[in-house]
């Protein structure tokens, strides 16, 4: 059972990225999907859940209308678009799936925003 997220990067502010979760051992398809974020000397963060079927999605308010989350249960993946992005958007971003008593992480990728 693995996630493994990528399409972190060093992005200029007001720049975009593309966050990917590739799932592999077990199908997403039954599993909340999240996305959390934690800078240095922070607590790690909540940033946007999607449900199972993708029918109910939530952010934290601070990203609302510039970040989106979204899933392909076919290619096992969960998605991440950001545009707009700000300095106080640095961190290492991870996924997480939870489905009853299974509960997944992944390692994270890491965000800079800077100039």
């Known amino acids: 059972v693995q996630l493994v997220e990528s399409g972190g990067g060093l992005v200029q502010p007001g720049g975009s990225l593309r966050l990917s979760c590739a799932a592999s051992?077990?199908?997403?398809?039954?599993?909340?999907m999240t996305w959390y974020r934690q800078s240095p000397g922070k607590e790690r963060e909540w940033v946007a859940g999607i449900s199972s079927a993708g029918d109910f999605i939530d952010y934290v308010d601070s990203v609302k209308g510039r970040f989106t989350i979204s899933r392909d249960n076919f290619k096992n993946t969960l998605f991440l678009q950001m545009i707009s992005l700000k300095p106080e958007d640095t961190a290492v971003y991870s996924c997480?799936?939870?489905?009853?008593?299974?509960?997944?992480w992944g390692q994270g990728t890491q965000v800079t925003v800077s100039s």
């Open positions: 997480r799936a939870i489905f009853g008593s299974s509960d997944y």
């Open positions: 051992g077990f199908a997403i398809s039954r599993y909340h």
